[in-house]
């Protein structure tokens, strides 16, 4: 269970994200953030999220907006620590890090999906885990629609930002 | 897959990457990197402000957009250069709702580019 204090945080000089009420985030649920572009989505990740993540030392993987800078990243610290796996692709960055994940951790802990083409791979993945996950991700794509059913519960994060719980 | 793109469509296409929408985190730096000449930046800015219902001002620090924000500017900023083709790669995957009609709208109205979409994000690194 994340629980996430009121904030009122500066994202830039005419944009403040913020939210009055305590945000819950459950173990072994999916949550899809939902709003406009330059709502505050992203932001609520960067600056909000994964800061408390951070700070009370729950594991969690990121997959950042940018993942092919994430990507090159990957394929340096490969490079330098000779490990045997072949990066090429979307996919296969996305399947060495849930590997790496599930290899060196093995514990319940919160995956943060940005506008990751390979979702359906992580959630196809976390489904086959005998530990439970949060899943929190943002997806414009219409495909990712099936991920969030008719009987979702929408909460509000901010004035600009809803949350969608996947029952 | 990038590289390849390169070979078939760089020599007479202006590629547009939506995973790489801009290089610099500033506005200024972005029209001279497009070659926008100082008369046609107006332009810019107003049809930006109109897609994203915004006010961005030629000083504007970039990097404080979203990742949607910033392809719709990388996308203006194009239709706005002296390219006669354009190659727009990953582009509408990043839009809301909203925006993605509104833009699909304005670039299917516009005559006076040649526009090529890719959609393939997965593959595009």
Not at chain 2, 12 to 41: K, R, W
Not at chain 2, 81 to 92: C, Q, T, Y
Request: proline share 3%.
């Amino acid at each position: 269970m994340i629980l996430l204090n009121p904030f009122e945080i500066d994202i830039y000089p005419d944009f403040t994200l913020k939210s009055k009420d305590t945000l819950c985030f459950a173990s072994s649920q999916y949550y899809r953030l939902v709003g406009s572009n330059g709502s505050g989505k992203s932001s609520f990740f960067r600056k909000v999220l994964l800061p408390h993540l951070i700070g009370r030392k729950v594991p969690f993987l990121y997959f950042d907006q940018q993942f092919n800078r994430q990507i090159h990243c990957l394929k340096a610290a490969l490079a330098v620590t000779k490990k045997e796996f072949s990066i090429n692709d979307f996919s296969s960055a996305t399947q060495y890090l849930l590997q790496s994940y599930h290899d060196n951790l093995h514990q319940s802990g919160v995956i943060v999906v940005d506008e990751n083409p390979c979702l359906s791979q992580i959630i196809a993945n976390i489904n086959s885990l005998d530990y439970p996950m949060t899943v929190l991700f943002i997806s414009h794509r219409p495909e990712d629609e099936i991920y969030v059913n008719h009987e979702a519960i929408c909460e509000s994060i901010s004035e600009t930002v809803s949350c969608v719980r996947m029952v | 897959m990038m590289i390849k793109l390169c070979e078939l469509y760089g020599s007479d296409y202006l590629i547009c990457d939506g995973s790489n929408p801009l290089i610099t985190d500033s506005l200024a730096e972005e029209m001279l990197l497009y070659h926008i000449d100082v008369q046609f930046q107006w332009q810019v800015l107003n049809l930006y402000n109109q897609l994203c219902a915004r006010n961005l001002c030629h000083s504007a620090n970039i990097s404080a957009l979203s990742g949607g924000q910033k392809i719709l500017l990388m996308i203006v900023l194009a239709l706005h250069s002296r390219a006669k083709k354009l190659l727009l790669i990953n582009v509408f995957e990043h839009l809301d709702a909203d925006k993605k009609k509104s833009l699909k709208a304005y670039l299917d109205s516009q005559t006076i580019k040649t526009i090529r979409y890719i959609d393939d994000s997965a593959k595009s690194f």
